[in-house]
């Protein structure tokens, strides 16, 4: 059974920046795109970022473009979400999931395995 375990949420003013990390376990992590989205209080999940298999595609919500950055590291099984100038709307719960294809997609529809997520809450 594949698990992913979040890390790197915590409490940050605006203009601050954190890096998340998500680690997978199980095989063949380099066959699967991954993604961040996230969920605020009161609203529903949202994507944020994507990377294909190989690390070399991305794509991203518009409202985090410039500010956001997701990368990959396929020796570790790990994906990383960077994000600076925080904003108090970027307050949420941050998920990390997988995608059994190749293909950096925006829709969760598209994920079947999804980590159980870590708290950002950005300060005003």
């Known amino acids: 059974q594949v698990q992913l375990l979040e890390s790197g949420g915590g409490l940050v003013q605006a203009g601050g920046s954190l890096r998340l990390s998500c680690a997978a376990s199980g095989r063949n992590f380099n066959m699967y795109a991954m993604a961040w989205f996230r969920q605020a209080p009161g609203k529903e999940r949202e994507f944020v970022a994507a990377i294909n298999a190989h690390g070399d595609s991305a794509n991203y919500q518009d409202s985090v473009k410039g500010r956001f950055t997701i990368s990959r590291d396929n020796d570790k099984n790990t994906v990383y979400l960077q994000m600076i100038s925080l904003k108090p709307e970027d307050t949420a719960v941050y998920y990390c999931?997988?995608?059994?294809?190749?293909?950096?997609?925006?829709?969760?529809?598209?994920?079947?395995?999804w980590g159980q997520g870590t708290q950002v809450t950005v300060s005003s």
């Open positions: 999931a997988r995608r059994p294809g190749i293909l950096a997609l925006a829709s969760a529809d598209e994920y079947d395995v």
